[in-house]
């Protein structure tokens, strides 16, 4: 997996968007309907609200209006998510690898297939946390805690068959311990949980360990190299695990949409992505800025599928 994302990042950086003098300003004629998939307070929500920001500064005349319907770990959403009109102005926050993992199991009411993606717009690292007054210090202690009571220490997660699902597995394989996933509907629902301690942490993102980091600690994240805002949190790299992994965020639009409309959303996300002010956003909040667009999309999904087939051995989806 660590040499299928290094591949994927570095398709990535070979795909950054440069928006051209003539499409400087991509504004859209009415307001978007941006549909979130997840609750209010997770890394989806804290994404739109960013976009809806700079657009809003960019195109002082249009609304980004951001709207929730969390359940199944994302599945509800984009099981409805054709039903949207395809007029152009309906996006829906859609997540990998959860659009790959969850159809396989059969669970959801939507596949891969019923999924078109207009952009990805960013990458956010795996990341283990604990609450600040939590007797777990480091990840030496998790270690020894689970391995002295298997199966006692519980793990919170956004959804099943979705990255934080996925990261735990890998966590108890690489690690030979035997902890519990508890799936909550996203990251903002399980906050509570880990801090009040009714769960003994999170697999969760940097993003959440960054901008949490007040009431929550981090004791591993999922990178090359340390994060600069959670300069005291090891790589799991440096704890001697081969693990550099996460989820990506992007926009789908219903399959009605036509390939023109597609094309505008997808100029318009690279816009955003591309300003000054949405780089420092992301970097703030934990977030790793990513451009991929419909011209590349294919490709991509094609790469990312191909990685996914490995996670889902391992969670059993597959044989």
Known sequence: MKIAIRVALAFLACTAFTITTASAQPCPEKNLMYWQAFPAGGESDISARHQQLVLKKKCQKI?????????????????QMNGLPGDGYNVVGINLPHIVLQPLEGQVQYKTEDITPAYWFHYTPDAIVVANDSPIKN??????????QPGKLTLAGSGTNSANHAAHEKLNIVAGIHTTYVPFKGTGDLTTAVIGQHVTGAMSYSAFAINTKSKVRAIAIALDKRHPLLPDVPTFKELGFDWIDGAYRGIG????TSPEARKRMSVLWAFLNNDPEMKELAFNSGFELINVGVDKMDAFMKERTKAYMEVAKRLGLIK
């Open 63 to 79: 609304e980004i209006v951001v709207q929730y319907k969390p359940g199944a770990g994302g599945g509800l959403m984009w099981a």
């Open 139 to 148: 990840f030496q202690d998790l270690v020894r805690m689970a391995k002295a």
């Open 253 to 256: 639009m219903p399959k009605s």
